[in-house]
């Protein structure tokens, strides 16, 4: 079991193209040190399943299930799904050198289907490197009906991750974004996914 996580703090090394995701993820990623202050998104009680914890983003946008491993650097995996079917998918290790906005190619392989050479980008959340990904819309899908989740940049391993327990976990999930009555997000392509999910979001011009 993990116990409510601490406000993520997403740190941008600089104000490029990815900035505004990354800070859009820690909107979402957010929960606060007590787990009275995510009851308070939508009324909804952070609830624990086995090693999963299922809790609603502060915003109402959606909700997300997390989950500690008991491994060197303390490896934490995060799924979020927001109220327009997307997702993102975090795993963080206090051990990992990724820098914030690092862009990387990982290979994500489930029990039930993979994702080779998926775009990530680094990030860092309350001492711990890690990376955030967006995924189709399938792939909450997968990662329910999965046993086991592994990933590799090119020939290295990053992870080996159990995914027992997530059918149900995952089944919560849907639960918690279906009662969230937060503001929606921006449309987005056909499948549910941004053309571009690191880009920053366009600014309006100022009136003189």
Not at 49 to 69: N, Q, V
Not at 109 to 122: D, E, F, K, M, S
Request: glycine share 12%; charged share 20%.
């Amino acid at each position: 079991m993990i116990e409510a996580l601490p406000t993520l703090r997403i740190l941008p090394r600089s104000t490029g193209r990815c900035s505004g995701a990354i800070l859009r993820v820690a909107a979402v990623l957010a929960i606060g040190a007590a787990s009275s202050s995510v009851a308070l998104a939508q009324d909804y009680p952070t609830k624990q399943l086995g090693d999963w914890t299922i809790a609603a983003s502060k915003d109402g946008s959606g909700c997300f299930i997390s989950r500690g491993f008991d491994q060197p650097g303390g490896t934490t995996l995060l799924l979020g799904m927001d109220r327009d079917g997307s997702n993102h998918f975090s795993v963080l290790n206090e051990n990992w050198s990724i820098r914030p906005q690092d862009r990387l190619k990982l290979t994500f392989r489930l029990t039930q289907g993979g994702y080779p050479n998926h775009q990530a980008i680094g990030i860092v959340a309350d001492g711990k490197q890690g990376f955030v990904a967006a995924f189709d819309p399938k792939f909450p899908v997968s990662f329910a009906g999965s046993k086991a989740l592994h990933i590799d940049r090119g020939s290295t391993p990053v992870a080996r991750l159990a995914l027992d327990g997530s059918g149900a976990a995952v089944a919560e999930l849907k639960r918690c974004v279906a009662a969230q009555h937060g503001p929606a997000k921006a449309a987005t392509d056909n499948d549910g996914i941004p053309r571009d999910p690191f880009a920053e979001r366009p600014k309006g011009r100022r009136k003189r």
